[in-house]
T-cell receptor
């Protein structure tokens, strides 16, 4: 019962910006959008999260549409080490649970 | 920061034996921790929510008598896979949140369980 939809895979050239879209059309007003990535055989790594406003940190930027039904994760200058599965997750209501969807497999090529 | 340590990283056990996996929050207290499992080429599946001082809450389809969860302190939750069988071989991952509003959730590095 994941509440997000992401493309299965994407490619990006090294040094270019990677823009990963996510649809969360059923999101509720108090639910956050979280982005994580997972490199093979490791635990998920936190990237960024947001509620309504756009957010930026040292890793990425998160652009959330005004209606909050979709968002885009931006890796400004992708490197080969950014190759991973990226998960967009919406927390479940008032619980703390995160239900993972299938994610987007990002392949950064030289 | 918010660091979650998981141990062991890899374990091999014989069929029928039990295995305990530990999840510790190193620099914060966590009243709630979460346990996931992940099969090859699949996404993470939430197994249960571990609550300090009370019983864990299991997701539908997860056998609570097989996957015993104990959250005895604010920094430690354990998952015990009892009477393990080869089909229990998987990647088990825990997570905790210092404050989901500001820090999000932190995940452990995972435990690769192989039952032979």
């Amino acid at each position: 019962d994941a509440k997000t939809t992401q493309p299965t895979s994407m490619d990006c050239a090294e040094g270019r910006a990677a823009n990963l879209p996510c649809n969360h059309s059923t999101i509720s007003g108090n639910e956050y959008v979280y982005w994580y990535r997972q490199i093979h055989s490791q635990g998920p790594q936190y990237i960024i999260h947001g509620l309504k406003n756009n957010e930026t940190n040292e890793m990425a930027s998160l652009i959330i549409t005004e209606d909050r039904k979709s968002s885009t994760l931006i890796l400004p200058h992708a490197t080969l080490r950014d190759t991973a599965v990226y998960y967009c997750i919406v927390s479940v209501g008032n619980t703390d649970k995160l239900i993972f969807g299938t994610g987007t497999r990002l392949q950064v090529f030289p | 920061g918010a660091v979650v340590s998981q141990h062991p990283s890899r374990v091999i056990c014989k069929s029928g034996t039990s295995v305990k996996i530990e999840c510790r929050s190193l620099d914060f207290q966590a009243t709630t921790m979460f346990w996931y499992r992940q099969f090859p080429k699949q996404s993470l599946m939430l197994m249960a929510t571990s609550n300090e001082g009370s019983k864990a809450t299991y997701e539908q389809g997860v056998e609570k008598d097989k996957f015993l969860i104990n959250h005895a302190s604010l920094t430690l939750s354990t998952l015990t896979v009892t009477s393990a069988h080869p089909e229990d071989s998987s990647f088990y991952i825990c997570s905790a949140s210092r404050d989901r509003t500001y820090y999000g959730y932190t995940f452990g590095s995972g435990t690769r369980l192989t039952v032979v």
